[in-house]
């Protein structure tokens, strides 16, 4: 069993719910769900909407390898509702992100992990150093509580009440 790390976000609809509904389907799908962040509200990165995200972070355990549990991971936004449409950043009812997969390093037009991005950004690192703080970033070489102290990024986040 592989020990993973999912990133998971939702700004469209009812934002609580389809985290939640999300963790749900992991589970159904087999992933073995050992920890589970708080909800944070996260002011979206990249593109301009007035829809903030709500956002959490999960650790699981997974026999699938990484290519086919990147899979299960875009059946399960299809399923509830996620369109992909131009390729840029959009508004979503749901977002699951692989970031990290043991110590994998991998890097195809496929499938990118450790999440490209996933230490640039606080709404990423906020709820990873609530559950694992010590995770060691297998490129980078520092822990997720290492990233979050270094991060000069402005953007607000805090935890949804």
């Known amino acids: 069993m592989a020990k993973v790390y999912i990133g ?6 009812r934002r609580r719910e389809n985290c939640l ?30 829809n903030w995200f709500v956002n959490l972070a999960l650790e699981a355990e997974t026999g699938l390898p990484a290519p086919e549990l990147m899979k299960v991971l875009l059946k399960v936004e299809v399923a509830l509702g996620r369109v992909r449409g131009t390729g840029s950043l959009e508004d979503r009812p749901i977002d699951l992100d692989l970031l990290f997969y043991e110590d994998l390093i991998v890097d195809t037009a496929d499938l990118v992990i450790p999440h490209p991005r996933a230490h640039l950004r606080r709404f990423v690192l906020e709820p990873l150093a609530e559950i694992a703080p010590g ?9 997720v509580a290492e990233l979050l102290a270094k991060l000069s990024t402005s953007e607000k986040v805090e935890i949804l009440k």
């Open 8 to 13: 998971v976000g939702s700004n469209l609809g």
């Open 21 to 50: 509904r999300a963790i749900s389907s992991l589970r159904e799908e087999g992933l073995k769900i050992s920890k589970v962040s708080s909800l944070y509200l996260t002011e979206p990165v990249g593109f301009e909407t007035k």
């Open 135 to 143: 995770l060691r970033h297998p490129s980078l070489g520092k822990t």
